[in-house]
């Protein structure tokens, strides 16, 4: 069987009894783990991580013999590439829908190389979400760094893929996202009412001193990136230039939503270093914000709900990332949170900017 029909059959049938499954393939299906079903107050909600990566092999095809090829080919044969394991894992932990999105690596595309690339990749990410609608939705994939391109293609996923949302990288090839440049795209953006998920890639500059032991690149180098990126969104105007934007940021939006009270502070206290006048203070833009849960401890969550509210954090995992097995249990611990914040960061906000049905399933 190809490649492409196998996995999309892995998916198909994982956790469930496929017609025409060969024994052994049933044998193992009947070994698998029961799929935890999360309940807030006796009620079965539905949860969904906002956070999990995936990639589609057939781009490799997309961009053979340029540039890109090899880095396409590589991550076409790692984890990243769907297949049922994902399925395993989504129920063993209780996520009942992932939001998939794909981390940038065609931003040095030119713009036949990039319509072509990502033609297919949206392509491909919608048939993995009809493969199993009720498990999977994407965020759109789009080339940024072609700013008109960019917003068609946005506008292209959503009239002929249904998405409701897209996934960019937190630098365009060393451009800010704040630089006007891309404002035909965060134009789009905001018509079209996408959640639109900023997800860094570290911070090349700063590789020299983020190097040796403890992975400084990612711990620190990812979450600053987010934070330069969010922060110049901020400063540079592109939240009053475009008030509808509904933005949500990755690892809980860096640093910065831990220390907005400095941002603040800052064009009170040195006025004559904020020349672009803002409409409001700096943590109001910050407000209208989404971020995910990935701060690891129940007082980083209840200090980010009681900075921006339940109703603008989401449950992120950053599948097939090892970094949590636990983003449920994450939410549900947390003392302060009342049961209907833990339903709407579990899923119901998500389910109310995707569109995705907040009713529970099975
Ligand atoms: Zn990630």
Same mark, same amino acid.
């Given at each position: 069987m190809p490649t492409r029909r196998r996995f999309m059959r892995q998916l198909t049938c994982a956790g469930l009894a496929c017609a025409g499954a060969s024994f052994g393939v049933r044998a193992r299906l009947a070994a698998q783990p029961q799929r935890r079903e999360v309940r807030i107050g006796g009620r079965r909600i539905r949860t969904i991580d906002a956070h999990a990566h995936t990639f589609i092999p057939a781009v490799v095809d997309a961009v053979?013999?340029?540039? #890109?090829e090899k880095s396409a080919a590589a991550s076409a044969a790692g984890s990243l590439v769907m297949g049922r394991e994902r399925l395993l894992r989504m129920d063993e932990q209780g996520i009942d829908v992932e939001v998939l999105s794909i981390n940038p690596w065609? &931003?040095?595309?030119d713009p036949t190389v990039a319509a072509r690339l990502i033609e297919v990749q949206n392509r491909g990410l919608a048939e993995l979400c009809a493969a199993r609608s009720d498990r999977f939705v994407a965020l759109a994939t789009v080339a940024v760094q072609h700013p008109e391109l960019a917003a068609e293609q946005l506008r292209d996923a959503f009239r002929?893929?249904?998405?409701r949302g897209v996934s960019l990288g937190a630098t365009v090839d060393q451009d800010e #996202?704040?630089?006007?440049?891309f404002d035909p795209f965060w134009k789009a953006a905001e018509d079209l009412q996408a959640l639109v998920f900023i997800h860094p890639q570290g911070v090349p500059e700063l590789r020299r001193r983020l190097q +040796?032991?403890?992975f400084l690149t990612n711990v620190i180098g990812n979450p600053l990136e987010t934070t330069i990126a969010l922060s110049h969104l901020i400063f540079e105007g592109t939240f009053d230039r475009f008030p509808g934007l509904r933005v949500c940021g990755a690892h809980?939006? +860096?640093f910065l939503p831990s220390y907005n009270g400095r941002f603040d502070a800052g064009c009170v206290a040195f @006025?004559?270093?904020?020349?672009?006048? #803002?409409? $409001?203070? %700096? !943590?109001e833009y910050l407000k209208r914000c989404y971020f995910d !849960?990935?701060?690891?401890s129940a007082e980083g969550l209840r200090h980010l709900v009681a900075e &921006?509210?339940?109703?603008?954090v989401v449950m992120g995992t950053d &599948? %097939?990332? @090892?970094?949590?097995?636990?983003a449920v249990d994450h939410v549900l611990d947390v @003392? $302060? #949170?009342?049961d209907p914040e833990k339903t709407a960061i579990l899923g119901g906000n998500l389910a109310r900017l995707l569109g995705i049905p907040a009713e529970p399933v099975g």
């Open positions: 053979r013999g340029t540039a #890109l065609w &931003y040095g595309a002929r893929h249904g998405m #996202l704040a630089n006007r440049r +040796g032991n403890g809980a939006g +860096g @006025p004559a270093n904020c020349t672009n006048t #803002l409409k $409001q203070k %700096p !943590s !849960s990935m701060v690891f &921006y509210g339940a109703d603008h &599948y %097939p990332f @090892p970094w949590t097995t636990t @003392p $302060q #949170l009342t």
